[in-house]
């Protein structure tokens, strides 16, 4: 099987993300830029859940919340 991966920038996402049960593989940080992503595997229930954070985030702020 090939997977695929998703890399989150925003903690914010990669909070809610964990709290709705889908954990991420690893993280990494972003060596000329600092960031920290937490990459994750995609799935039916990672895209659920992306659909929703888009659909309910805050306005403002940037890279995802």
């Given at each position: 099987d090939n997977?695929?991966?998703y890399?989150c920038?925003s903690?914010?996402?990669?909070?809610?993300?964990?709290?709705?049960?889908?954990d991420?593989?690893y993280?990494?940080?972003?060596?000329?830029n600092?960031k920290i992503?937490?990459?994750?595997?995609?799935?039916?229930k990672l895209?659920?859940?992306?659909?929703?954070?888009?659909n309910?985030k805050?306005?403002?702020?940037?890279?995802n919340?």
């Amino acid at each position: 099987d090939n997977f695929k991966f998703y890399r989150c920038w925003s903690p914010k996402q990669k909070d809610f993300l964990v709290a709705n049960g889908v954990d991420y593989i690893y993280s990494y940080r972003n060596n000329s830029n600092g960031k920290i992503a937490w990459v994750f595997v995609e799935c039916e229930k990672l895209s659920v859940l992306l659909r929703e954070w888009t659909n309910n985030k805050p306005i403002g702020g940037g890279n995802n919340g």
